[in-house]
């Protein structure tokens, strides 16, 4: 199981919003039968296989073992990642383009630049599962707290001129085979956790395939 999978298909992202099918890839965190998991979130085992097959048909959860219960064998399935992110490539007509209004000063502009950065990083992830290679990155995360607005705009003008020294030390257009890579630095205030909303789901039964997952 994957730690974050990245849905770049508008089909695949539009079953993983699907509020049942959250759920369901959230339960099978834990691999289990369809009806395990129906008998866990209080749905028919019906309506659990039919959002299975769907989440299944898009590589959201796979077959990882089977079992026999008496006389019938149960699939037992699990989610392919423990958390998923949708890229903008899943909406390519409205994905952001921060070429179109660059500014260093706007939270939207930055927003741009993260939907960016979810789609490249994506892409380059899909690429390196597929022929099996190692992917290069490098992040940095941390908070810190300034004590007036002309510190942070103090601290805002020294990243930028190190990070243009940076960039003239080491960027060399001409080198040959070497690889461009994108810099991205952001600074926003924090954001205070806020406490997840318990749902639960009720449903009625739903007419559908009736062999087991």
């Known amino acids: 199981m994957l730690d974050v999978a990245v849905i770049e298909e508008a089909s695949a992202a539009e079953a993983a919003l699907d509020p049942i099918r959250a759920r369901l890839l959230a339960e099978l965190r834990t691999p289990a039968s369809a009806a395990g998991v129906a008998a866990r979130i209080g749905l028919p085992r019906q309506k659990v296989n039919y959002h299975l097959r769907t989440l299944e048909s898009f590589g959201l959860v796979e077959l990882v073992g089977e ?19 949708i890229s903008p490539a899943a909406l390519p007509g409205v994905a952001p383009d921060p070429f179109l209004a660059p500014n ?4 939207r502009w930055m927003l741009g630049l993260a939907a960016r950065l979810v789609r490249d990083v994506g892409t380059l992830i899909t690429g390196a599962d597929r022929t099996n290679q190692r992917l ?11 004590a007036s607005a002309a510190d942070r705009a103090a601290f805002v003008a020294e990243l930028a001129a190190s990070t243009a020294k940076l960039v003239e030390k080491y960027h060399s257009e001409s080198a040959a085979g070497g690889r461009r890579h994108r810099l991205v630095v952001a600074l926003h205030p924090s954001v205070k956790p806020v406490p997840e909303p318990r749902e639960t789901i ?8 009736s062999k087991e997952q």
């Open 104 to 107: 260093r000063h706007s939270a």
């Open 202 to 209: 009720h449903g009625a039964g739903m007419s559908g395939p």
């Open 67 to 85: 079992r026999r219960r008496g006389n019938v064998t149960e699939r037992v399935l699990g989610a392919t990642a423990r958390s998923y992110v």
């Open 136 to 146: 290069a990155t490098f992040a940095l995360d941390g908070e810190l707290t300034f």
